[in-house]
């Protein structure tokens, strides 16, 4: 009897370790909640056993052989390849150097926004410290935090596959002036693009600064005309790159956890009983903290920057779920599982920074050509996210560190909707900057590339935009059309 009890508990230990296996290393079921009856486990474990230890951690799968090859997706796969994608390009050195992969691998520059490489000796270089948007807003961290308020300051990071694919484009479109006004190219699998917020550890109490991934920079507040080198703190990052049957790029972000508190759509304010970086303790209510004042260079009610929403998951006043083109109740939880997840089983610095949400398009079904086409067909559609819209995953992704003041492009925070939210797609369509040729019509300025703005920079650096070079690339069957266009 004792020994057929023994093989009972065994099996039965046995079962449950393969579960819990299974449960971590599922990929492909499609755990959409809001649809079916099943109740959700207190955490939601999306990710793989086999990123871990993080010192081995390998590079996600991402072509022909990844979970985005099949022709139908799951909301989990995108989590998964920011996440592991995340954990990959922070990779250490050794147990000795702790440099993230992305700051030492050979296959990954810093560059300028004309995609100049800046430092080729892997050095870390500081030199822009203005947002997009915003009338070119500076994020200013709260005194109250670290003693001292200081400036947050950026870099761009792209790998050479991405890098090459640009070069070449462009010289394609410089040499076959037709590929401008219509092109049809979109980045391979692969591509990548990266951008990271720093704050001097001036800014950081002395007592929280090991819960940071800290470095040397040359930093320089006078635009590149002097350097002084001083340790610097990582607190944010956007990790961007394609997959398979995605050419529009999966746009996912990460956040330290001490910068700011969420908004509270439940009680209508944001909070915090201690100081943030970027949010003094007390609270706000509406707009006024992620709201730029151009005159003062802060938000209107200074210091108190906060997430608008929850890993970019829209809710509407009361606290419920937005009824959008994407299951917010799915994407909330495999994102708020998988962070808890990965938490558990990271022992270094990078468990201290948490995963705020990704947004991509729903291409299943659609081959090569019908992505890029449809890339280009929306437009600045694209970042649409009312129910039948393309957009899918956190639909008002967003990064406190580098969007604080354009989470919304609302100025009362009651008139939110899924009918304007703001997201990465908001400034990343495939549609051309407008000013560059406002008398366009709308198919001579779409293209699967335009959704970089490295990419826009870099074209308009080589061949420039002005409307008399553009002049001279069209052909008279274009111009016909063109005229017909104006005059319609």
Same mark, same amino acid.
Request: aromatic share 12%.
């Given at each position: 009897?004792?020994?057929?009890?023994?093989?009972?508990?065994?099996?039965?230990?046995?079962?449950?370790?393969?579960?819990?296996?299974?449960?971590?290393?599922?990929?492909?079921?499609?755990?959409?909640?809001?649809?079916?009856?099943?109740?959700?486990?207190?955490?939601?474990?999306?990710?793989?056993?086999?990123?871990?230890?993080?010192?081995?951690?390998?590079?996600?799968?991402?072509?022909?052989?990844?979970?985005?090859?099949?022709?139908?997706?799951?909301?989990?796969?995108?989590?998964?390849?920011?996440?592991?994608?995340?954990?990959?390009?922070?990779?250490?050195?050794?147990?000795?150097?702790?440099?993230?992969?992305?700051?030492?691998?050979?296959?990954?520059?810093?560059?300028?926004?004309?995609?100049?490489?800046?430092?080729?000796?892997?050095?870390?270089?500081?030199?822009?410290?203005?947002?997009?948007?915003?009338?070119?807003?500076?994020?200013?961290?709260?005194?109250?935090?670290?003693?001292?308020?200081?400036?947050?300051?950026?870099?761009?990071?792209?790998?050479?596959?991405?890098?090459?694919?640009?070069?070449?484009?462009?010289?394609?479109?410089?040499?076959?002036?037709?590929?401008?006004?219509?092109?049809?190219?979109?980045?391979?699998?692969?591509?990548?693009?990266?951008?990271?917020?720093?704050?001097?550890?001036?800014?950081?109490?002395?007592?929280?600064?090991?819960?940071?991934?800290?470095?040397?920079?040359?930093?320089?507040?006078?635009?590149?005309?002097?350097?002084?080198?001083?340790?610097?703190?990582?607190?944010?990052?956007?990790?961007?790159?394609?997959?398979?049957?995605?050419?529009?790029?999966?746009?996912?972000?990460?956040?330290?956890?001490?910068?700011?508190?969420?908004?509270?759509?439940?009680?209508?304010?944001?909070?915090? /009983?201690?100081?943030?970086?970027?949010?003094?303790?007390?609270?706000?209510?509406?707009?006024?903290?992620?709201?730029?004042?151009?005159?003062?260079?802060?938000?209107?009610?200074?210091?108190?920057?906060?997430?608008?929403?929850?890993?970019?998951?829209?809710?509407?006043?009361?606290?419920?779920?937005?009824?959008?083109?994407?299951?917010?109740?799915?994407?909330?939880?495999?994102?708020?599982?998988?962070? /808890?997840?990965?938490?558990?089983?990271?022992?270094?610095?990078?468990?201290?920074?948490?995963?705020?949400?990704?947004?991509?398009?729903?291409?299943?079904?659609?081959?090569?050509?019908?992505?890029?086409?449809?890339?280009?067909?929306?437009?600045?559609?694209?970042?649409?996210?009312?129910?039948?819209?393309?957009?899918?995953?956190?639909?008002?992704?967003?990064?406190?560190?580098?969007?604080?003041?354009?989470?919304?492009?609302?100025?009362?925070?009651?008139?939110?909707?899924?009918?304007?939210?703001?997201?990465?797609?908001?400034?990343?369509?495939?549609?051309?900057?407008?000013?560059?040729?406002?008398?366009?019509?709308?198919?001579?300025?779409?293209?699967?590339?335009?959704?970089?703005?490295?990419?826009?920079?870099?074209?308009?650096?080589?061949?420039?935009?002005?409307?008399?070079?553009?002049?001279?690339?069209?052909?008279?069957?274009?111009?016909?059309?063109?005229?017909?266009?104006?005059?319609?």
């Amino acid at each position: 009897m004792k020994n057929k009890f023994s093989l009972l508990t065994l099996a039965a230990i046995a079962v449950f370790v393969l579960f819990v296996f299974i449960r971590c290393n599922s990929s492909g079921a499609n755990k959409d909640y809001l649809s079916s009856n099943i109740t959700l486990p207190t955490t939601l474990c999306i990710a793989n056993p086999s990123w871990f230890p993080h010192s081995q951690t390998p590079p996600p799968e991402e072509g022909k052989n990844s979970p985005f090859a099949k022709t139908t997706s799951t909301n989990e796969i995108f989590h998964q390849w920011s996440w592991q994608k995340f954990l990959w390009l922070t990779k250490p050195a050794s147990e000795r150097d702790n440099t993230p992969l992305f700051l030492r691998d050979k296959e990954i520059d810093q560059i300028d926004t004309l995609m100049n490489i800046i430092s080729p000796d892997k050095k870390l270089v500081l030199n822009g410290y203005t947002q997009a948007g915003s009338d070119h807003a500076m994020l200013k961290t709260n005194p109250g935090y670290g003693g001292k308020s200081d400036t947050v300051y950026y870099s761009i990071h792209m790998n050479r596959e991405m890098y090459k694919h640009t070069v070449r484009f462009t010289n394609i479109i410089k040499s076959d002036t037709s590929r401008y006004l219509d092109n049809t190219f979109a980045f391979p699998v692969g591509s990548l693009e990266l951008k990271a917020a720093w704050v001097s550890v001036d800014a950081i109490p002395a007592f929280k600064q090991r819960l940071y991934y800290i470095t040397t920079a040359s930093i320089s507040g006078d635009k590149g005309k002097t350097y002084t080198n001083k340790r610097v703190a990582l607190i944010g990052m956007h990790i961007v790159g394609v997959v398979e049957n995605h050419p529009e790029f999966i746009w996912a972000t990460f956040e330290h956890d001490d910068i700011a508190p969420n908004y509270n759509w439940k009680d209508n304010l944001a909070e915090s /009983k201690s100081e943030k970086l970027l949010f003094k303790s007390g609270s706000t209510s509406g707009i006024d903290g992620i709201d730029f004042n151009t005159v003062t260079k802060y938000g209107k009610d200074p210091y108190h920057v906060f997430d608008l929403f929850q890993y970019g998951v829209p809710r509407q006043k009361g606290g419920a779920f937005m009824e959008t083109s994407s299951s917010g109740e799915v994407n909330f939880n495999n994102i708020d599982g998988i962070n /808890k997840c990965v938490k558990e089983n990271l022992k270094d610095v990078w468990k201290n920074y948490f995963y705020n949400g990704s947004i991509w398009l729903d291409m299943d079904g659609k081959d090569a050509a019908q992505q890029k086409d449809l890339i280009c067909r929306l437009g600045k559609d694209i970042q649409k996210a009312t129910p039948g819209s393309y957009a899918r995953g956190s639909l008002n992704c967003s990064n406190v560190t580098m969007e604080s003041f354009t989470q919304t492009f609302k100025k009362d925070i009651n008139n939110i909707n899924a009918g304007n939210l703001a997201n990465c797609f908001s400034c990343h369509s495939g549609t051309i900057k407008k000013d560059s040729d406002p008398d366009l019509p709308p198919q001579y300025y779409r293209s699967p590339l335009y959704v970089s703005h490295i990419f826009q920079g870099y074209l308009q650096e080589q061949i420039g935009y002005s409307k008399a070079k553009i002049e001279q690339f069209r052909t008279a069957e274009e111009k016909q059309i063109l005229f017909d266009f104006k005059n319609k």
